[in-house]
């Protein structure tokens, strides 16, 4: 525990028992305001430091993914919220199949109704599992849902013109990266793997008081999260020269590998990248389709999201698993559709 | 971080969201049609943060009228782990639930309001190639009325290389965008095409031929009358097709609002 944080807000010092005052510590809301005091006085000296061409598209690209993304995390945190505080659990259990393996394929198939890109679907995949929906259920949902909803698909129409088979691909190998994945996690996931349900749950309590804990709980983490994936993202931007494509266009199969590791790092939002897709002119359909499956599975962003939302044990074995999956599906369902 | 300035925060980032949609400076970041969504995501954190704020200020009023021995009954429904589950915390050296990593919020909704950085430019379109074969079409209708005729970049650039100029024979063209510095310094006119937001800014570039004065500096807007011409260039980055357009004229451009195109 840092000294932001212990405060107890029940504790004000008047009531301590003792009687005797204890120097007040540091809040969280006097931090703030000095935060902001002192970013509002190194106004000028701060602009200094970013008064470079690529500094200043660094920042511009970080706040841009902030700001394109925090209407869907919103959305993502409402719905999650919503779960939490207002749907019992056994919606969930009369609208599954008990049976798990049968339960994954219905809830991948399922992501198709939220609308959105992959920034929301962290927080609802969280809440379903608070809710008692079989983890493997809730993963296959979260990995499928930013990539077949009907928006990322028109998107991904656009951008293609006269190819609709790039759409039927990615819809197919998306939903089958998922159903995998879930299947994978019945099979081979621990339990211990994913951070243990907060000790004092604010989401075992239902109507509007728990939502709207539920709600500025999973805004604040899931955001700052965000954050952290952004900047890294806006990073590589800047960072990663676009000349070297070219060089790895040449090979089928690294170029495959390296427009899937090119999705990760970018951390494009799912309702885009189809268009970036279709600019990476050089390389194969199959390239490109490996490009739109990893990318809403797997990226820096998603990776801190769920590190903060399931623990890093599960992120760290749960993203790389999901890679390897993706770009092997990407592989057949592009040799067999493209 | 206690509740209450989580509530602040999340005042502070909404706030943010609300204050670049209604200056308009949102243009520089996302595609025009987010508005309505960040206007909405904006004021579900304002509504947030105030009901978080009205939590924290009911519980002592509630305390007060009702004495002391209430507390553990009409607080601990809106109690949550961070403020209230103290034993818990000794086990818990990582703060589960405890967002301590969203202070990192206040990064973004500062460099908004402090610095509202500039709409990407000549840097991002010099060092990316041209993304014309993102467009590629085959059916191209007439130009619209007019001479010139006001058509966007990735228009004309699309029309010049899939239609072989076809459907710009014999017309006058206007063009704007801003200046990038080709791979020999020769001036291109390019503009950024934004699908999402400014982290999938792709360029397209056209190139300048005929009467275009020397003195063109990067990243100045300038709006250029012109006919097809049918020379191309090699973009060094992709090796896509970079069209040309014969310049009968050139004005200079106030930096416009909306600088992306579409």
Known sequence: ?338 | MRKDAQAVLLLLVGGTLLKISLTGTYVRYVRPGLLPLLVVAGVVLVIVAAATLWQVIRRPLRILVTGGGAHTKAGSHLDDPETDAAPDHSHDPHGHGEPRVGWLLLVPALALLLFAPPALGSYQASRNGTALSSRAESDFAALPEGDPVRVSLLEYASRAVFDQGRSLAGRRVVLSGFVIAGPNGQPYLARLVVACCAADARPIKVGLAGDVPGDLVADRWIEVVGTFSERTDRDPVNQDVIPYLQVAETRELPTPEQQYES
């Open chain 1, 1 to 338: 525990m840092s000294v932001l944080d212990t405060e107890p807000a029940s504790t004000p010092e008047a009531e301590r028992p003792d009687g005797r005052r204890r120097r007040r510590r540091l809040g969280s809301v006097e931090v703030l305001a000095l935060v902001v005091l002192a970013v509002l006085l190194g106004r000028e000296w701060l602009l200094s430091l970013i008064d470079s061409p690529r500094a200043l598209t660094l920042v511009t690209v970080f706040v841009s993914i902030m700001v394109q993304s925090m209407p869907f995390l919103v959305l993502g945190t409402m719905l999650s919220a919503a779960i939490s505080a207002f749907v019992p659990s056994r919606v969930f259990e009369r609208l599954l199949p008990s049976n798990q393996v049968a339960a994954v394929p219905v809830a991948g198939a399922a992501g198709a109704l939220l609308p959105g890109c992959e920034c929301g679907s962290v927080p609802v995949a969280g809440a379903l599992i608070r809710r008692g929906v079989a983890p493997a259920a809730a993963f296959a949902f979260l990995l499928a849902s930013p990539a077949i909803n009907p928006v990322v698909l028109v998107a991904t129409a656009v951008a293609f013109p006269g190819r609709p088979e790039m759409v039927f691909a990615r819809f197919a190998a998306s939903l089958l990266t998922a159903v995998a994945m879930g299947w994978l996690w019945l099979r081979l996931g621990q339990p211990r793997w994913l951070r243990p349900a907060r000790t004092a749950d604010p989401h075992t309590e239902r109507g509007w008081p728990a939502f709207w804990v539920s709600a500025r709980h999973d805004l604040v983490q899931a955001g700052g999260f965000l954050v952290v994936g952004a900047l890294g993202a806006a990073v590589l931007n800047v960072t990663v020269p676009p000349r070297w494509l070219e060089v790895i266009a040449a090979n089928p199969v690294f170029s495959v590998i390296a427009l899937a590791l090119l999705a990760v790092l970018l951390s494009i939002c799912s309702e885009a990248d189809a268009f970036v897709a279709a600019s990476l002119t050089q390389f194969s359909l199959t390239a490109r389709l490996a490009f739109l499956v990893v990318g809403p599975m797997v990226d820096l962003k998603l990776f801190a999201m769920q590190v903060g939302s399931f623990g890093p044990q599960f992120a760290s074995r749960f993203a790389p698993a999901t890679f390897v999956v993706a770009v092997l599906v990407s592989v057949l369902v592009g040799w067999v559709l493209l």
